[in-house]
């Protein structure tokens, strides 16, 4: 039982790349979620997916698109990287059973983008 | 939206003593979570308290839905304890926001 997997753990793009941060979780989870960590900032909210089939924007969704592939996998892509988008990201997910909400979350480790 | 405040945000404690993090929020509890990154940068998820007592060892938290704030106390500290702990809250809409953590550094 592995959690929630992230890859890759680091990256460097140069400004104008494209990337895809991939998610999987095999708790059989309904949401999933994709934060960003800047220092100073705590954790903001990119992308959310409530189940299978919704997606829905957080706090800071310009510059990133998802897709959640299936139930076990959310990915997030960078169509054009830019460097205010250098951060650490963490995907998280959660059981989430007759569309309540109460329940705890779980992380990945963390993918560290630098874009220059 | 959901406002969330920790404090203090910085906190340096000696190996074995104790403290105590606060969270406080703009509105109703219902799915308050407390978090640890150890150095590493990995997020271990302590607990899930949107109200009471839990206890997990030498940690232990309060939250106090009715006046909307939460307690993270740490007993006999040691160095693993260092890293942020962060304390988030639930949306209607199912997403957290969190706080911008308190960065606790334990001395040997």
């Known amino acids: 039982n592995a959690g929630v997997t992230q890859t890759p753990k680091f990256q460097v793009l140069k400004t104008g790349q494209s990337m895809t941060l991939q998610c999987a979780q095999d708790?059989?989870?309904?949401?999933m979620y994709w934060y960003r960590q800047d220092p100073g900032m705590g954790l903001r909210l990119i992308y959310y997916?409530?189940?299978?089939?919704?997606?829905d924007k957080g706090e800071v969704p310009n510059g990133y698109n998802v897709s959640r592939l299936n139930k076990r996998e959310f990915s997030l892509r960078l169509e054009s990287a830019a460097p205010s988008q250098t951060s650490v990201y963490f995907c998280?997910?959660?059981?989430?059973?007759?569309?309540?909400?109460?329940?705890?979350?779980?992380f990945g480790n963390g993918t560290r983008l630098t874009v220059t | 939206g959901i406002q969330v405040e920790q404090s203090p945000p910085d906190l340096i404690l000696q190996e074995g003593a104790n403290s105590t993090l606060r969270c406080n929020f703009s509105?109703?509890?219902?799915?308050l979570q407390w978090f640890h990154q150890n150095p590493w940068g990995q997020l271990i998820n302590l607990f899930y308290?949107?109200?009471g007592t839990k206890q997990n060892g030498r940690l232990s938290a309060t939250t106090v839905a009715t006046e909307r704030y939460s307690l993270l106390y740490i007993s006999s500290s040691q160095t693993t304890d260092s890293g942020v702990y962060f304390c988030?809250?639930?949306?209607?809409?199912?997403?957290?926001?969190f706080g911008k953590g308190t960065k606790l550094s334990v001395k040997p």
């Open positions: 998280a997910s959660r059981s989430t059973p007759g569309a309540s909400y109460n329940s705890p979350l779980h």
């Open positions: 708790m059989n989870h309904n949401s």
């Open positions: 997916s409530a189940s299978e089939g919704t997606t």
């Open positions: 509105d109703s509890v219902n799915n």
């Open positions: 308290i949107p109200s």
């Open positions: 988030a809250e639930g949306e209607s809409q199912g997403n957290l926001i």
